[in-house]
């Protein structure tokens, strides 16, 4: 990972210039009407900032809005007792988390590279914009929860495209059984092996080194905790995208469950990823409290799951406010098959961007993403796209070189180059002033 202190200043040049009260404003950050100590973490800007209380899963007549109620809806459906539903749902939670609800409660180490400053949107070195649903999970199982859904905005630093936007949604779940629930034809199956003490926990190592299970779960209660899991989420692939839906399983990792599983499904010609899931690191339910069982959590976004049934083109629509694109999914059931229509096709403009490193930076340190970030802080949504073009090293003078190209559309409306032209030098003059570079 590379880590550079350099990402630090150019914030504080932007926190500046935004509050421009001199010295005050490097001190401390305003989040959500609340100041907090800026550091050499903070990183978070003022346009990410304005996303937070957008909501937009909440949204009656947003596409993400409609994806949330089928998925919920399914949850309800298919878990009740005593004909109540089984699972609670959050989906009001704050997105300002600490690292230890992110990272550690979920046994995410030190170094992992999910935790770098390049990765998150960090307030200071111990809050940050939630990077996941899963930074809720310990909170609430410690509140006495065993099935509940953690629905809400999430934050990353990344890439600018068509499907890549630093805000997205996601619905994150876990599901708690009891040996009396799990097993309750077989009496004489455990949840735990024999070696395991679930009255003292913390007297056990718990090994994930073997592919199939966590060696303080039986194989019997890990395969059927594996079966239901995939069932169940297959059928929430079925209810939204049809019977037919093509899909298969990947083997993956993540720090807080083991096994774990991708689940794709076909789509247009290519493999999809839609989720994340897995038997729960037993260390994480035994923190928060729960000793006498075994769960299966997953986690999934839902702006992809909404692209692909309405066939939305560019991610930031979610972000429209204009009538042309909400009006198409206005008072509509939840369950109406609708497919989105472009208004109309505005056209787009590339413009690009040369410039020379100082000598203190060279084409493999320079961090994409904090310029990334400045691009969208001036240009606002009509970056529709950044990508690297060219790298050069001159042959005599050694001096680095980077060009990157911006595309430009309004989702909305025509743009002129005069205006293109506009954002284009202000994104040039903010970017010598941030980096220290030579524009070419
Ligand atoms: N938090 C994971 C992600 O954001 C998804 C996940 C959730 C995976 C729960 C496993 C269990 O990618």
């Known amino acids: 990972m590379k880590i550079l202190l350099r990402t630090n200043r150019f914030y504080l040049t932007l926190l500046n210039k935004t509050y421009s009260t001199a010295l005050k404003s490097v001190t401390t950050v305003q989040v959500n009407g609340k100041e907090y100590r800026a550091d050499d973490y903070t990183n978070i800007t003022p346009k990410i900032t304005s996303y937070i209380n957008r909501n937009l899963h909440l949204k009656k007549d947003n596409p993400l809005s409609l994806v949330r109620q089928r998925i919920v809806n399914y949850f309800y459906a298919s878990f009740t007792h005593g004909g109540n539903p089984v699972f609670s749902v959050y989906d009001n939670l704050s997105p300002?988390?600490?690292?230890?609800?992110?990272?550690?409660?979920?046994?995410?180490?030190?170094?992992?590279?999910?935790?770098?400053?390049?990765?998150?949107?960090?307030?200071?070195a111990s809050v940050l914009l939630?990077?996941?649903?899963?930074?809720?999970?310990?909170?609430?199982?410690?509140?006495?929860?065993?099935?509940?859904?953690?629905i809400g905005d999430v934050y990353r630093r990344d890439e600018i495209d068509s499907t890549h936007f630093p805000v997205f949604h996601q619905v994150d779940a876990v599901r708690l059984q009891r040996k009396e629930h799990l097993f309750v034809n077989h009496p004489d199956l455990n949840i735990f092996e024999p070696?395991?003490?679930?009255?003292?926990?913390?007297?056990?190592?718990?090994?994930?080194s073997d592919p199939s299970k966590q060696s303080c779960h039986t194989l019997e209660a890990t395969k059927l905790m594996e079966?239901?899991?995939?069932?169940?989420?297959?059928?929430?692939?079925?209810?939204?995208f049809g019977e037919n839906i093509k899909y298969r399983w990947v083997d993956a990792y993540f720090p807080f469950t083991h096994?774990?599983?991708?689940?794709?499904?076909?789509?247009?010609?290519?493999?999809?990823?839609?989720?994340?899931?897995?038997?729960?690191?037993?260390?994480?339910?035994?923190?928060?409290?729960?000793?006498?069982?075994?769960?299966?959590?997953?986690?999934?976004?839902?702006?992809?799951?909404?692209?692909?049934?309405?066939?939305?083109p560019d991610i930031r629509l979610m972000w429209s406010t204009d009538d042309g694109f909400l009006s198409q999914f206005q008072d509509r059931d939840v369950n109406a098959s609708i497919e989105y229509k472009p208004v109309s096709i505005?056209?787009?403009?590339?413009?690009?961007?040369?410039?020379?490193?100082?000598?203190?930076?060279?084409?493999?340190?320079?961090?994409?993403?904090?310029?990334?970030?400045?691009?969208?802080?001036?240009?606002?949504?009509?970056?529709?796209?950044?990508?690297?073009?060219?790298?050069?090293?001159?042959?005599?003078?050694?001096?680095?070189?980077?060009?990157?190209?911006?595309?430009?559309r309004h989702l909305e409306r025509t743009?002129?180059?005069a205006e293109v032209n506009k954002v284009h030098e202000d994104?040039?003059?903010?970017?010598?002033?941030?980096?220290?570079?030579?524009i070419r």
């Not at 939630?130 to 953690?150: C, I, P, V, W």
């Not at 079966?227 to 939204?240: A, D, E, T, Y």
């Not at 035994?286 to 309405?310: D, Q, V």
């Not at 994104?427 to 030579?438: E, L, Q, S």
């Open 96 to 124: 300002i988390v600490s690292t230890r609800q992110n990272f550690d409660d979920l046994l995410i180490p030190e170094d992992h590279p999910s935790r770098a400053k390049s990765d998150c949107y960090y307030i200071n």
């Open 130 to 150: 939630r990077a996941h649903m899963t930074a809720h999970q310990s909170e609430l199982l410690r509140s006495g929860l065993d099935n509940f859904l953690m």
């Open 195 to 208: 070696n395991y003490d679930p009255t003292n926990p913390h007297t056990f190592t718990n090994s994930i």
């Open 227 to 240: 079966g239901q899991l995939k069932n169940h989420l297959i059928g929430m692939v079925k209810v939204l």
């Open 259 to 312: 096994p774990s599983w991708e689940l794709e499904i076909y789509y247009e010609n290519n493999w999809m990823e839609v989720l994340g899931c897995g038997i729960m690191r037993n260390e994480i339910l035994a923190n928060a409290g729960p000793t006498n069982s075994i769960a299966y959590a997953f986690g999934l976004g839902l702006e992809r799951l909404a692209m692909a049934l309405y066939k939305i």
């Open 346 to 408: 505005y056209p787009h403009c590339t413009n690009d961007l040369s410039f020379w490193l100082p000598p203190t930076l060279t084409i493999d340190t320079f961090m994409s993403n904090d310029f990334y970030d400045l691009v969208r802080d001036i240009g606002g949504d009509v970056i529709e796209q950044v990508k690297l073009k060219d790298k050069f090293i001159h042959p005599k003078s050694k001096k680095h070189s980077l060009c990157y190209s911006i595309v430009y």
């Open 415 to 417: 743009l002129t180059q």
């Open 427 to 438: 994104i040039a003059a903010a970017t010598v002033k941030a980096f220290n570079v030579a």
